[in-house]
């Protein structure tokens, strides 16, 4: 069932929207591995992340590893303090996904500018305020999608 809602995040993520819309499209594959890598940390790790990241890679044909790189730090970040974000309030737990993002693009940016030269662009920063304000309604339909089929 994991396997099956990042599979979902996958095929939305590879959905082309029109142009005005492409700047602000959400993370999903992210922010969905990182509410696994919170909800449990003992099924979904590193090495899921860097499998998944490697998937991204080659569905849209970036160099290889950048998202593997960039997605196996955000979850060895989350499933490493997952005890103490747990404890946050879900509108804190966006905030601090927030930052999180910022992290993941800057780092995005910082590993393509090494291997294809790109220039930093404010609006590469777009999609850490609609994954921040789509966090909310992730986690609360992961999480009842995790208690309906008792996944564990």
Sequence with gaps: MILISIFVAL?????????ELQPFQPDWVLLILMYW??????????GTAWLIGLLMDLAIGSPLGVHSLTYSILV???????QKIRNYSVPQQS????LFLALYHLLQFWVSHFLIDIYFLPQYLWPVLTG?????????LLRKYRRHFRIR
Excluded: C, D, E
């Design 132 to 140: 921040s304000l789509s966090w909310v309604w992730i986690f609360l």
């Design 37 to 46: 890598s919170l909800a449990l940390p003992h099924r979904v790790n590193i």
């Design 76 to 82: 060895y970040i989350t499933a490493s303090n997952y």
């Design 95 to 98: 905030l601090l996904i927030a």
């Design 11 to 19: 095929v939305v993520a590879l959905i082309p929207l029109p142009r």
